[in-house]
């Protein structure tokens, strides 16, 4: 701490620094430039402007419950600044009066407008500027004004009053509106939530920036017209916030690389671990033992966590790209002026609250863990309600439970640990088929080890999140739970879908309304007289199919009957008289054999000549068929 200026701590501020007290009656300590903690300690103690605080003590200020050292360097170190401005104002007035005495003289022309007199002298470049201010000053506030604050004084008083405390309302708006102009006009219009998502982890601050900041569409300008000095705590933390929003990223960035890298050796360790050396390889190269580059490298990683966290590069990114919460190196790399492969290792390696790393895709994310909650928890209501909607019995308490309970009788009824979803959104550049084609309900219906990956992953990070973060917390797994969500959401919709006489599906919306995710579609199997439904080999994988209407079905079914009865009729009279014919003797087995065989033959060649006598029939009838794609419910 620094040491103050006076040894007697029982003299006012006032009397210590020379300030005149009268004069600050009107200005409140609300508007000064003072942490929370101090400004709080002022109200609950009394003193509610300058003037109070300048007829106060060291010795009461430090006497105050909650106000320590840290506080009063705080209070003096602004009446000291304050005791500087007002030297400065006295000797400008000083020098003032006794420049313009001789214009004094001339207060009765000047009242009326004429300026004649400056012409009759001689005057100072100083006086004559001092005069051009009282030709503007008439011109503004006009004849009758400038009369009256001459010879009636008195009139205008209430008046310049009025200005002035008007001026003291508004000098906490005009300090928004600066801080506000510092900030670059790009980033003014981008959304402020993100923002404030960066500047700070703690949830109370974040809370009390966001009674200012309404909506997640809201703009940093917009919600900087809402700062108002009523709430002072407020109002104090959204001044920091907008000064906080002037920041350089690129110049952070090169500063943190300045800090991390104290010698050559490090930077060395770091660039070659980047580009996927052992350590022992590292260790060859430099002359040193493996352990030794172990050391070297923790020691990097543990300096980059401490200046990191106070930096806060990915949450800044997210905040600059206007809210994108999952971010490539090569978006990344973008506001990296040196080699970006360093700052992406060891971003990788950070272990931190607010973003993880998904190796597997490749890109940093933003409160995925919290979504993987979010998205379980409706997984696991949702569960329930198809459960009870599809038979289910056990009573909804604390031992219903969503996935041995709920997900195995939907399992046992529609196969889900089959049903494909697709990943088709083309924000998400994904390469890899496990990642693109998902069973996310695959084991959703078993629980411990045994369960699916994102349940596994959903428990661990809801039960311990700082361990479990970047192990579980990943894109990866919020993906796959998503996915499930997806799937489930389908199920509990249960629409049909009129395809009119579309058999083969092609204007269907796989999508089902999703911008992330498509489902796999059954074709038409076409229609057999005995109205079997035949399957593909990917049949459970499927999670609508298409299929005839039942009322067209039934069309197409009496037609097939028929033509069907004309071709068997014509088969058996030709099997008989061929039967009828035949002199050999043959046992009942073999009799038998002939008889299929017999009718296998002439049905093949009956065939087409029956389907082109009854070709209209025909026609007409599938001509009326109509297509639906309805859920995959086993119902085949």
Not at 464 to 486: C, D, E, M, P, Q
Request: proline share 2%.
């Amino acid at each position: 701490m620094k040491k103050r200026m006076f040894h007697d701590e029982a003299v006012a501020y006032g009397e210590l620094y020379g300030i005149t007290v009268d004069e600050y009656i009107d200005t409140p300590t609300t508007a000064l430039p003072f942490s929370a903690r101090v400004i709080n300690r002022f109200m609950s103690n009394g003193i509610t402007t300058v003037a109070d605080l300048l007829r106060t003590t060291p010795a009461y200020l430090i006497s105050l419950k909650g106000f320590g050292k840290t506080c009063l360097d705080e209070v003096e170190a602004y009446i000291a600044a304050l005791q500087s401005s007002e030297h400065a104002a006295n000797k400008i007035r000083a020098l003032s009066e006794a420049s313009n005495t001789h214009i004094k003289s001339f207060k009765d022309q000047i009242a009326l407008g004429d300026f004649s007199f400056v012409e009759q002298g001689e005057w100072s470049e100083e006086k004559i500027k001092y005069i051009e201010l009282l030709k503007e000053a008439f011109s503004v506030l006009g004849a009758e004004m400038v009369f009256d604050c001459i010879m009636s004084p008195e009139k205008v008083t209430p008046i310049i009053q009025m200005f002035d405390g008007f001026q003291n309302e508004m000098k906490p708006y005009i300090e928004i509106q600066k801080l506000l102009q510092a900030i670059s006009p790009q980033r003014r219009n981008k959304k402020a939530i993100w923002y404030i998502k960066a500047f700070t982890i703690n949830e109370e601050e974040r809370e009390q920036l966001q009674t200012v900041c309404t909506s997640d569409t809201q703009t940093i300008a917009e919600m900087a017209a809402r700062i108002t000095p009523n709430n002072i705590q407020v109002f104090i933390l959204a001044k920091k916030f907008l000064k906080w929003c002037r920041f350089d990223l690129r110049s952070e960035i090169e500063e943190l690389f300045e800090n991390l890298y104290k010698n050559e050796r490090a930077c060395t360790v770091i660039k070659l671990r980047a580009e996927g050396k052992t350590l022992e390889q590292i260790g060859n190269t430099l002359g040193v033992t493996r352990e030794r580059v172990r050391q070297i490298e923790m020691k990097v990683k543990r300096t980059f966590a401490r200046l990191h966290s106070r930096i806060r590069i990915v949450s800044k990114i997210a905040a600059e790209r206007n809210g994108d919460t999952v971010l490539t190196p090569a978006e990344i790399a973008h506001y990296c002026e040196r080699d970006t492969s360093e700052i992406s290792y060891l971003l990788q390696s950070y272990e931190g609250t607010n973003y993880t790393y998904d190796k597997q895709l490749d890109v940093y994310s933003m409160k995925i863990a919290d979504l993987l909650i979010r998205t379980s928890v409706e997984i696991e209501s949702i569960s329930k309600e198809l459960y009870f909607r599809e038979g289910g019995t056990k009573p909804d308490d604390k031992d219903l439970y969503f996935d041995t309970d709920c997900l195995a009788l939907l399992e046992s009824k529609w196969c889900l640990s089959n049903k494909v979803v697709m990943v088709s959104s083309p924000i998400l550049y994904l390469e890899q088929d496990e990642n693109l084609y998902l069973t996310p309900l695959h084991k959703a219906h078993k629980r411990g080890t045994s369960s699916s990956d994102w349940q596994k992953a959903y428990q661990a990070v809801k039960h311990n999140r700082v361990k479990s973060l970047h192990k579980k917390g990943t894109l990866k797994h919020f993906i796959r739970s998503l996915g499930a969500l997806y799937l489930l959401n389908i199920y509990y919709q249960d629409q049909i879908f009129d395809l009119e006489s579309n058999s083969n599906g092609n204007l269907f919306d796989a999508s089902i309304g999703s911008s992330v995710f498509s489902i796999q579609l059954h074709p038409f199997p076409g229609i057999d007289a005995s109205g079997t439904y035949k399957k593909n080999d990917d049949f459970d994988k499927c999670m609508y199919l298409i299929q005839a209407t039942d009322k067209t079905k039934e069309i197409a079914q009496k037609a097939l009957i028929e033509i069907n009865n004309k071709l068997m009729e014509k088969v058996l009279s030709q099997v008989n008289q061929e039967f009828t014919t035949m002199t050999e003797s043959l046992t009942s087995v073999d009799l038998k054999d002939k008889v299929a065989k017999a009718v296998e033959k002439y049905k093949a060649q009956l065939l087409v000549p029956i389907a082109k006598e009854n070709g209209v029939l025909l026609t007409k009838a599938f001509n009326e068929i109509r297509y639906e794609a309805v859920l995959n419910k086993c119902q085949y």
